[in-house]
């Protein structure tokens, strides 16, 4: 019993170490250095900086609201053609591995 415990509490501090960021790569470079990005995504780009550059204290309160939605619904794309990415912590995916070796 003390074993199957002294295991568990392992297994969880090696699930809570070290998050790692795993990213997928668009486009067909083989360095994967330099990604293409389709031309909407410099337009959203240059959106979100005019609306960064407006003085927004001169705007009504509909206005800003309209102008908040707006970036949110940009950032929103953005997210989905950058890839938001994923996070997974070394423990667990030494863990995944373990169960994938004893179990096969």
């Known amino acids: 019993m003390k074993k199957l415990i002294l295991f568990a509490a392992a297994a969880i501090v090696l699930l809570l170490l070290a998050p790692v960021e795993v990213h997928?790569?668009?486009?067909?470079?083989p360095k994967g250095d330099a990604l293409t990005e389709p031309p909407?995504?410099?337009l959203m780009i240059n959106r979100l900086e005019e609306i960064k550059a407006i003085d927004v204290s001169l705007l009504a309160r509909s206005e800003r609201k309209e102008l908040?939605?707006?970036v949110r619904d940009i950032e929103k794309e953005?997210?989905?053609y950058r890839g938001g990415g994923l996070y997974i912590s070394?423990?667990?995916a030494i863990l995944?591995?373990?169960?994938?070796?004893?179990?096969?």
């Open 40 to 42: 909407e995504i410099e």
């Open 68 to 70: 908040r939605k707006e």
């Open 78 to 80: 953005l997210k989905v």
């Open 90 to 92: 070394v423990g667990a």
């Open 96 to 104: 995944i591995i373990l169960l994938l070796i004893l179990l096969l």
């Open 24 to 29: 997928a790569t668009l486009g067909n470079d």
